[in-house]
């Protein structure tokens, strides 16, 4: 008899311990996004370079600086490149397979020369909010990555600096 007990007892101890581990690892999933080349929505392609005209919160952008050639370049096999206005940099992009108008831009890397201020500052600023891009829209000639959930916006247009 109280080997039953005791077996019963066992029992519940594994049951339970084994509930709790599925508990944790069920509660430790985390979803994948899927990034993909062509946008859910019939947005024109991004593929080439746009220059950037300015930048900050939406509605009190910043002109960008005189002389200083800040630009994207868009391949279509997912990578990224340009000009910070003084450093070059690089990186990967991709849409979020199942939404519309959302974009993943990482930066991985740039070469690290200085430049006087407020170049510096500038170019800092302007790779920051790149690596916190989630949104853009393309009108035209002007093509607008949103970041910090649409608060702030990178304006860009085709074609104005060689």
């Known amino acids: 008899m109280k080997t039953s007990k005791t077996a019963k007892r066992i029992m519940g101890r594994v049951a339970l311990g084994l509930l709790l581990i599925i508990m944790v690892l069920a509660g430790c ?3 994948q996004q899927v990034l993909v080349r062509e946008p859910e929505s019939t947005s024109p392609g991004l593929e080439g370079r746009w220059d950037l005209v300015s930048y900050g919160p939406l509605g009190s ?3 960008v600086l005189t002389g ?3 630009f994207i370049d868009f391949s279509n096999d997912g990578k990224i490149s340009g000009s910070g206005g003084c450093n ?7 849409f979020l397979e199942g939404t519309k108008d959302s974009i993943r831009i990482w930066r991985t890397g740039s070469t690290k020369m200085a430049c006087p201020e407020p ?3 500038q170019e800092y600023r302007f790779l920051e909010e790149l690596s916190r891009v989630s949104g853009y ?3 035209g000639k002007e093509f607008r990555l949103y970041y910090d959930e649409g608060r702030g ?3 860009f247009s085709r074609g104005i600096n060689p």
């Open 137 to 139: 829209a393309i009108e």
């Open 68 to 70: 200083a050639r800040v």
């Open 29 to 31: 999933t985390k979803t």
């Open 119 to 121: 170049i510096m500052t």
């Open 88 to 94: 070059r940099y690089f990186g990967g992009w991709g």
């Open 61 to 63: 952008e910043a002109a």
């Open 153 to 155: 916006v990178l304006r």
